[in-house]
């Protein structure tokens, strides 16, 4: 990012909460000079938090982070972006994702996960049809792999306010990355990646991805993003992290990215205490050198400080407390000590 502009940084907003406090999220966001802020999707549908977002403010950003990609069809999900974006005077930004397998199969009851990155492609090229044709009338079938539609019947739809709605794909692996770089409008980097990770590796899986599509670097967005816990009482900061660490490394897709960071043995670990649903004894296998590898740990500005060569590399950046793991009370906290300690 050139040194001369504004940094941009990304909050977010409860995925549950009453309208008028996700509203009033977004609207302290966009006061403090956030670039955007972020819904993010775990069980349900991460529309409704930016809608309620979109009424307060006009200038944020306001990404889904990340709307699970195969757990409806992916006409559904262009018809919601549409929404979203007109809602939103256009400043709605498609994060989506296939989520691993366990969710979309298990948890979702959606079969068909198949290969996630040839499925992820097809869902792709069905929601930029869908948003470019629904309107003109063009829109009759579309016969993939993953995906089936007949649209004889579709009576059409409103002109969407903007037919190239980014879509930005998050990663964890090479593969992916390659291919958010290769057909992605933005790469959102997971929130466990290390710095090292997404400095030193992360660059070169991007650079293949364009070269395959002969891209340049400005035609993609990187927003990386970071878990963290600045506390000013350090051994607090690394406790808070453990079970975000633990969850994580817990699931079977990612070993590969642990076993890069020499956490091999740790994530085979945790895999099976998860399949105990032993969360607690999990995270208790969590070194401290561990927590502070994945999540960023320490005061904040040790906490700034670790996440100042990230900037080298990324347009934007999402700093967030590890939500899934901390009571609501405890993340709220941390999300007003990364705003106004860490981000400003």
């Known amino acids: 990012m050139p040194s001369n502009e504004p940094r941009k940084y990304w909050g977010a907003v409860a995925p549950v909460a009453p309208a008028a406090t996700i509203a009033e999220q977004a609207r302290q966001q966009e006061i403090a000079g956030l670039y955007g802020t972020l819904a993010l999707q775990v069980y349900g549908p991460p529309w409704i938090s930016l809608t309620a977002a979109a009424t307060s403010t006009s200038k944020l950003q306001l990404m889904s982070w990340v709307a699970l990609a195969f757990t409806r069809s992916p006409f559904e999900t262009a018809m919601a972006a549409i929404d979203v974006d007109r809602i939103s005077d256009g400043r709605f930004v498609l994060g989506l994702g296939p989520t691993v397998r366990s969710f979309s199969e298990g948890i979702f009851g959606c079969p068909g996960y198949g290969k996630p990155l040839e499925h992820l492609r097809e869902t792709i090229d069905v929601i930029r049809l869908v948003t470019q044709k629904a309107h003109t009338g063009e829109l009759k079938t579309f016969k993939g792999k993953y995906y089936s539609f007949d649209w004889s019947e579709f009576q059409g739809s409103a002109p969407p306010l903007r037919v190239d709605i980014p879509i930005y794909l998050p990663a964890v692996g ?57 506390n000013y009482d350090r051994k607090q900061s690394i406790e808070d992290a453990r079970g ?21 043995a740790e994530a085979k670990a945790m895999q099976e205490g998860v399949k105990r649903q032993d969360y607690q004894g999990v995270a208790s296998l969590v070194s401290d050198e561990m927590a502070s590898t994945f999540v960023l740990t320490g005061t904040p ?37 990364i705003i106004e300690k860490v981000c400003m």
């Open 174 to 230: 090479g593969p992916m990355i390659e291919m958010a770089a290769e057909i992605g409008d933005g790469l959102i980097g997971h929130p466990v990646w290390s710095v090292p990770w997404a400095t030193e590796t992360v660059p070169g899986h991007v650079a293949r991805g364009l070269t395959r599509a002969g891209r340049k670097r400005s035609d993609l967005h990187v927003c990386l993003a970071f878990y963290a816990t600045p």
């Open 301 to 337: 500005e040790e906490v700034r400080a670790k996440i100042e060569p990230a900037w080298r590399f990324a347009d934007s950046i999402a700093i967030l407390p590890p939500v899934l793991t901390l009571t609501p009370e405890k993340s709220a906290a941390y999300f007003e000590t």
């Open 244 to 264: 975000c660490t633990a969850f994580y490394a817990g699931v079977e897709q990612y070993e590969k990215y642990y076993v890069a960071h020499g956490y091999g």
